[in-house]
T-cell receptor
Framework: GAVVSQHPSRVICKSGTSVKIECRSL??????MFWYRQFPKQSLMLMAT?????????EQGVEKDKFLINHASLTLSTLTVTSAHPEDSSFYIC???????????FGQGTRLTVV | AQTVTQSQPEMSVQEAETVTLSCTYD???????LFWYKQPPSRQMILVIR??????QNATENRFSVNFQKAAKSFSLKISDSQLGDAAMYFC??????????FGQGTRLTINP
């Protein structure tokens, strides 16, 4: 069965609104989760590392105030795209790593369309 | 910073034939992990194979095997007896233990019936 559950799979929102994406680790507790962004026909680019109980670590060039990450429990991390604009339209994927063998598991992704 | 390079944007192979996807990486670390992930049209990332840098033996998983050349920083994926279901984007990736994955640009693999 799935190790990581990501919701929603698709979302359409209006410009200026906010949208929240959830990532749940179903199989084990995760102190760290990763959020990636993938543009069409491109690779996955890490946006931020979500740390349970502390602030997320953002990659260079990623706006902290636009992409809010909350990792309130060992099984849930959320990514909120605030004041969304059409250029935020993309595919967002979360990932969790199993601590004992470094294997990474991915959510099914969220296709965000901002109109 | 670590980088991963996949120089083949697209590859195609006849069904039942063998194909090799190339990957090179750059790192100053000696202990790390390398992966090949498959992303089918559903866009769900699927682990194909992983290699620990401290292991000299090349990893194999059924029809999938790697050629890991640590000194050359090369990590190619060989798919034997290609099947239609192998058609997908393939990403080479690097990581240091529990840290983030760094992905290559990807190679789109087409299987011709």
């Amino acid at each position: 069965g799935a190790v990581v559950s990501q919701h929603p799979s698709r979302v359409i929102c209006k410009s200026g609104t906010s949208v929240k994406i959830e990532c749940r680790s179903l199989d084990f507790q995760a102190t760290t989760m990763f959020w990636y962004r993938q543009f069409p026909k491109q690779s996955l680019m890490l946006m931020a590392t979500s740390n349970e109980g502390s602030k997320a670590t953002y990659e260079q060039g990623v706006e902290k105030d636009k992409f809010l990450i909350n990792h309130a429990s060992l099984t849930l991390s959320t990514l909120t795209v605030t004041s969304a604009h059409p250029e935020d339209s993309s595919f967002y994927i979360c990932s969790v790593k199993r601590p004992e063998n470094t294997e990474a598991f991915f959510g099914q992704g969220t296709r965000l369309t901002v109109v | 910073a670590q980088t991963v390079t996949q120089s083949q944007p697209e590859m195609s192979v006849q069904e039942a034939e063998t194909v090799t996807l190339s990957c090179t990486y750059d790192t100053s670390e000696s202990d790390y992990y390398l992966f090949w992930y498959k992303q089918p049209p559903s866009r769900q990332m699927i682990l194909v194979i992983r290699q620990e840098a401290y292991k000299q033996q090349n990893a194999t998983e059924n029809r999938f095997s790697v050629n890991f050349q640590k000194a050359a920083k090369s990590f190619s994926l060989k798919i034997s007896d290609s099947q239609l279901g192998d058609a997908a984007m393939y990403f080479c990736a690097y990581s240091l233990g529990a840290q983030k994955l760094v992905f290559g640009q990807g190679t789109r693999l087409t299987i011709n019936p």
